[in-house]
Nanobody, 126 residues
Framework: QVQLAELGGGSVQAGGSLRLSCVVS????????IGWFRQSPGKEREGVAA???????FVIASVRDRFSVSRDKAKNTVYLEMNDMKPEDTAMYFC????????????????????WGQGTQVTVSS
């Protein structure tokens, strides 16, 4: 079955950087969309960035100047690069796979994603 594994979480000071990896295995097709979501205690899950099956990308406006999303097809891995991190970036970060989203023009809602990883914790201290 499809498995997604998030790697690269941890603790970082404000202004620092982290790169999260989402490693995909068991998906029978070579083209798929990956979304990155985050959730902190007491808050709703928030879509942060996505890369479509056609490699189009979208990052939400609030982090667009600091975050980017990319894909290494040979490694079946999607990355979320986070720079100049702020305490408000502290959250559990999840990646999710959709076989239904091709072109990205805005952040797809979580309902479009069928498979989810377990999440990785990111903590930013001031």
């Amino acid at each position: 079955q499809v498995q997604l594994a998030e790697l690269g979480g941890g603790s970082v000071q404000a202004g620092g950087s982290l790169r999260l990896s989402c490693v995909v295995s068991g998906y029978r097709y070579s083209r798929y969309c990956i979304g990155w979501f985050r959730q902190s205690p007491g808050k709703e899950r928030e879509g942060v960035a996505a890369i479509g099956a056609d490699d189009s990308t979208f990052v939400i406006a609030s982090v667009r100047d600091r975050f980017s999303v990319s894909r290494d097809k040979a490694k079946n891995t999607v990355y979320l690069e986070m720079n100049d991190m702020k305490p408000e970036d502290t959250a559990m970060y999840f990646c999710a796979l959709s076989g239904r989203v091709n072109n990205i023009m805005n952040m797809p809602g979580s309902v479009f994603f069928d498979s989810w990883g377990q999440g990785t914790q990111v903590t930013v201290s001031s």
